[in-house]
């Protein structure tokens, strides 16, 4: 069966500092990928989504990268956080044109 | 690109109503709605979906309807219980990304 990993589930950071989030898929191959964010009380924003391994689309600009190094392996960046990153950020994965299963979430408060 | 809207943002029903939440959707191309259900703190969970080939499908109380001609798709939950308490999301695909709506906060009072 498929499972999806994300870690870690809680995060405080500083203003300026990095940010590396991980999501794992197991047990399926090709999935497409997803980054949302939902802020606190709001709906679930696409920040990237993946078709496959190096093909990154990003629907808004913003302070983050993604990148997608292996077929089953999703990272979510940044060089320097801002306030306005925090957030619960939510990986997900599908098989194409299906339905999008969730990891447990990061909540990542930047201070 | 997709739009998805969803309305109401909240709604608040008694015990034993029926709740309806609604989408519209702009991309005429999208294929698959699927309708998620968020509670507190948790990751949402798919709780019903519909294909663009298909105009109703019902899952005990809860039934999704399609209108592609109007590019609109409505939830239905029938003899709402309180743990049907939480946010609803609907979301729309056309095989590649998969846009969500904004969300609605349903309560249900016993």
């Known amino acids: 069966s498929q499972t999806i990993h994300q870690w870690p589930a809680t995060l405080v950071q500083p203003v300026g500092s990095p940010l590396s989030l991980e999501c794992t898929v197991e047990g399926t191959s090709n999935p497409n990928l997803y980054w949302y964010r939902q802020a606190a009380g709001r709906g679930l924003q696409l920040l990237f989504y993946s078709v496959g391994i190096g093909q990154i689309s990003s629907e808004v600009p913003q302070n983050l990268s993604a990148s997608r190094p292996q077929d089953r392996q999703f990272i979510l960046s940044s060089k320097k956080l801002l306030l306005s990153d925090s957030g619960f950020y939510l990986c997900a994965w599908s098989p194409q044109g299906a339905e999008a299963f969730f990891g447990q979430g990061t909540r990542l408060t930047v201070v | 690109g997709e739009n998805v809207e969803q309305h109401p943002s909240t709604l608040s029903v008694q015990e034993g109503d029926s709740a309806v939440i609604k989408c519209t959707y702009s991309?005429?191309?999208?294929?698959?709605f699927p309708w998620y259900k968020q509670e507190l703190g948790k990751r949402p969970q798919l709780i019903i979906d519909i294909r663009s080939n298909v105009g109703e499908k019902k899952d005990q109380r809860i039934a999704v309807t399609l209108n592609k001609t109007a590019k609109h798709f409505s939830l239905h939950i029938t003899e709402t219980q309180p743990e049907d308490s939480a946010v609803y999301f609907c979301?729309?695909?056309?095989?590649?990304?998969?846009?969500f709506g904004t969300g609605t906060r349903l309560q249900v009072f016993p």
């Open positions: 979301a729309a695909s056309r095989g590649d990304k998969l846009i």
């Open positions: 991309d005429s191309a999208s294929n698959y």
